[in-house]
């Protein structure tokens, strides 16, 4: 039987972190910056964890 394909979506967008937790990159920080403040903008440069209840389908997508 052929190995599974890794969904390439989930592969460029999430990291499985060796405790099982996935850690993701923040969203609102592509365009219309000028109306966010400088402390907001900088906040949102941190990659943060995905909830466990999307953890367990990550992880699938990306055969962990």
Do not use: C, E, W, Y
Not at 13 to 31: D, I, L, S
Not at 46 to 57: I, Q, R
Request: proline share 5%; charged share 35%; no cysteine.
């Amino acid at each position: 039987m052929p190995k599974m394909k890794t969904k390439s979506s989930a592969k460029k967008r999430f990291r499985v972190r060796p405790g099982g937790t996935v850690k993701r990159g923040q969203a609102f920080k592509r365009h219309i910056l000028t109306k966010k403040t400088t402390k907001r903008k900088r906040n949102l440069r941190k990659s943060t964890l995905v909830s466990p209840a999307f953890a367990s389908t990550i992880s699938d997508m990306l055969h962990q």
